[in-house]
């Protein structure tokens, strides 16, 4: 595709049908409206749906990732998920149209699945859809493996899986993809169990560059992917740095060619689509003021057909009712609007943020850092235009110390980024690649500037 790609060649790329969606998208002035999935209550205005080719499934557009539940304290201390919290933010979901839920056994720790399981226990089987994966990370030999996919049943109180990924393949390519999963035997493990009908349909999420993306799509003759999963955002459509990632646009694309369903993680980039900087952001709101960032970031990712659901990980339930608003009548957005997005997207990569996406894959961190926050912090800083660079700075006095005031609130002491030894066990795990040691270095000199005041 071009530079100038429009709403009118988004619909071209799909074809005639393919992947199901492209013509339930001009279907109606809205997007195509599907009936509303059987059980689910719907408002005026209903959930946008799409349609699976390969199965019929009508898949809500929003899907609920389950990797950032909102956590509490038990009585000895220890970071747990507020089951309330999630069976409450789940309600709202299910009244309103959501029904694709995606979690992993890695994720929070390995409390995702059966704080999940429990909160969707209470209502019919079908009428919701489960995701989840083989993250056998640590450990890929068959017996860890399988314990693994059986423990995911119990966990999430089901006899099938409706999507089955293998997790966070295409670092290594082919060979590290043998590794984890055909060496072991898994493979022809999983096919049997969909064959089965244990596992419906069977994918991976992806993350990684171009070639090692098509050394992975090239397996599709042999394993028949029902769906493939990748990191979407109107930054990483045109401007991912192709080692981590590969452009979203470049992933869409080959999909779409083969019919393949899509579904998208990081629509907001881990949040910090929702907090752009001050230029970005008032140029979103012009446009519409009545819009929140965030919902540019989800009408984005919408906007394409071949996109069966866009996965967020709601923690708040102001996020959730945000989102459930912006894909309920969900509006395509315009040639202008596609146009105005990119000229955000080229503008963001402009700020020397770190390209963290608060997956937590990195914790615990086995000297105590919380690698996340110290993250998370530092892009908030660059992203509202708080970072203090010189003491000519007008606001020099203040920005030093709102940095330091807010990053001793954020991260105590003892978990700052002064304490990374460089040991690197974090590297392995990291889906972007980040090189998250010289990261910690470079915050941690900043820091020590600000503190000495050494401008």
């Known amino acids: 595709m071009g530079n100038d790609i429009s709403r009118r060649e988004f619909l071209k790329i799909s074809g005639a049908g393919a992947i199901g969606v492209a013509a339930a998208a001009c279907a109606s002035g809205r997007g195509g409206q599907q009936e509303p999935v059987s059980g689910q209550p719907q408002q005026q205005g209903t959930m946008e749906m799409r349609t699976n080719p390969g199965n019929g499934d009508k898949v809500s557009l929003l899907g609920y990732g389950c990797m950032r539940w909102p956590m509490v304290k038990d009585d000895s201390g220890r970071d747990v ?104 035997g898994m ?39 029902d769906f493939v999963q990748i990191q979407m955002n109107y930054v990483d459509w045109r401007h991912a740095d192709g080692v981590s990632n590969a452009n979203a646009e470049y992933l869409y694309d080959k999909l779409v060619s083969l019919n ?40 984005f990712v919408g906007s394409h057909p071949g996109i069966l659901t866009t996965l967020s990980g709601m923690t708040y339930m102001e996020h959730l009712v945000d989102n459930v608003d912006t894909f309920t009548g969900f509006r395509y957005m315009t040639d202008e609007e596609l146009e105005m997005i990119e000229r955000a997207a080229t503008l963001i990569k402009e700020y020397p943020t770190v390209n963290c996406n608060d997956c937590k ?43 330091l005031t807010g990053y001793a609130k954020a991260v105590p002491a003892e978990r700052q980024a002064d304490h990374c030894i460089g040991c690197r066990k974090c590297m392995s795990h990291c889906p972007q690649r980040i090189n998250i040691p010289a990261q910690m270095q470079r915050i941690d000199r ?9 401008f």
């Open 361 to 403: 894959y990195c914790m615990p961190c086995p000297y105590g850092l919380n690698i996340p926050e110290i993250f998370k912090h530092y892009n908030s800083a660059v992203n509202e235009g708080l970072i203090a660079q010189s003491s000519a700075q007008e606001d020099f006095r203040r920005l030093r110390k709102a940095y």
């Open 446 to 454: 900043y820091v020590e500037k600000l503190k000495r005041g050494d």
């Open 260 to 299: 393949i369903p899509i579904t998208v993680m990081e629509p907001l980039q881990g949040g910090r689509l929702a907090n752009v900087p001050d230029n970005i952001a008032a140029m979103l709101k012009e446009r519409d003021p009545q819009a929140t960032l965030g919902s540019w970031a989800f009408r």
């Open 187 to 225: 493979m022809d493990f999983v096919m049997k169990e969909r064959e089965k009908g244990k596992i419906r349909q069977m994918g991976f999420s992806f993350h990684g560059s171009p070639a090692e993306f098509d050394e992975l799509i090239a397996l599709h003759s042999r394993y028949h992917w």
């Open 81 to 184: 998920i507020d089951q309330q919290k999630v069976n409450e933010l789940i309600d709202y979901a299910m009244k309103h149209g959501v029904n694709y839920y995606d979690t992993s056994p890695a994720y929070l720790q390995g409390q995702s699945e059966r704080a999940t399981g429990i909160a969707l226990s209470r209502y019919p089987r079908k009428s919701f859809y489960i995701a989840t994966k083989l993250s056998n990370f640590g450990d890929a030999s068959a017996a860890a493996s399988q314990k693994m996919y059986h423990d995911s049943f119990d966990e999430m109180q089901t006899d099938y899986f409706d999507y089955y990924l293998m997790h966070a393949i295409g670092q290594g390519g082919v060979a590290a993809f043998e590794k984890r999963y055909v060496d072991n």
